[in-house]
């Protein structure tokens, strides 16, 4: 049982793609863009045409992602379910992955060239303490899509590809850790200044985004046992009236509509095992009843859960 409901999507479950690099289990760079593509298929990208959709072989959705995900589109269009949103990443575009996010779909075009960087929260990129790294880890608390300019997108995926080149050496190269190191320093400079180009709210110090991020982690790990503020502003040690102003001003939502957002996420994520009951979801997720849970779920989403999962 415990092994059925382990639906997190490792590093390790990536599939591989024309030119993957693995370093320690704990970062993933991933491409395809030295695909050559049919002149059919080429012709009718170029048009902005759609091709045929393909996903991911052997998986099967939905997943919480157990690690950090950017993802740079250069040809064709990605579509990816996150939560309860719906995002289209069309060519020269990045969108930006934390863990813990549910991933209820994930497609692609034919033809779709593109690049992935994964990293495990444990990793030097996580932990890295320049201004640009701190930029994006305060961005990264939620899935963010980035339109760029085609001279940005191929400026950068040069850079991911000599970092490729010059790291693929097998794993006993002693310094391929020193390069990826120079390499995250190199990228996050580039992707914090896309962040920064977002259109934000004003006037949020710099507390209230630790707070929120830190508000938004705690979510992530304790929704299914706490649904109300008052657990998450004693964890921070702040008063529920506190959390409750700060967070729309980082976020633009409420807290407690962040709460109820990842909720219904891992419901979802069980209402996609076809061997749990609707008395057996609600139990996991830490509801009095299936009628409760059934109304919780209603009011979110506008369906009932067996609805959902027909």
């Given at each position: ?62 997943y ?36 813990a ?29 320049i ?9 990264m ?10 001279e940005?997108?191929e400026?950068y ?56 991020e ?23 040690c ?14 633009g939502k ?20 076809r ?29 009932s ?6």
């Open positions: 049982m415990e092994k059925r409901l382990d639906k997190t999507l490792r590093l390790d479950m990536i599939p591989p793609m024309s030119r993957t690099l693995y370093v320690k289990n704990e970062f993933v760079i991933a491409d395809n863009l030295d695909l050559k593509l049919p002149e059919k298929i080429a012709a009718m990208l170029s048009e902005g045409l759609h091709t045929r959709t393909l996903s991911p072989r052997g998986l099967s959705f939905p919480r992602i157990g690690f950090n995900a950017i993802l740079f589109v250069e040809t064709g269009e990605v579509d990816c379910v996150l939560g309860d949103k719906v995002f289209h990443a069309r060519a020269c575009s990045v969108i930006m992955i934390p863990s996010t549910i991933l209820m779909n994930l497609t692609w075009e034919a033809g779709t060239r593109f690049l992935m960087i994964a990293y495990n929260d444990g990793h030097l990129i996580s932990s890295m303490t201004p640009s790294a701190k930029i994006i880890r305060a961005a608390i939620r899935p963010i899509h980035i339109p760029i300019s085609r940005r997108s400026r995926l040069r850079l991911l590809e000599v970092t490729l080149h010059v790291a693929e050496g097998g794993e006993d190269y002693h310094f391929r850790e020193d390069i990826i190191g120079g390499f995250a320093a190199m990228l996050s400079g580039g992707l914090a200044r896309m962040i920064m180009e977002i259109p934000s709210k004003r006037g949020q110090s710099s507390r209230e985004t630790t707070l929120t830190d508000f938004i982690r705690l979510v992530q790990r304790h929704c299914k046992e706490h649904r109300d503020l008052g657990f998450y502003a004693e964890e921070l702040i008063t529920p009236k506190y959390l409750s102003r700060i967070v729309p001003r980082v976020t409420k807290a407690l509509g962040i709460i109820r957002e990842n909720v219904i996420s891992e419901a979802r994520l069980l209402l996609g095992e061997d749990l009951d609707i008395q057996q979801i609600s139990a996991l997720l830490g509801f009095p009843s299936a009628s409760y849970f059934s109304r919780y779920f209603h009011e979110a989403t506008g369906m859960p067996s609805k959902y999962t027909r």
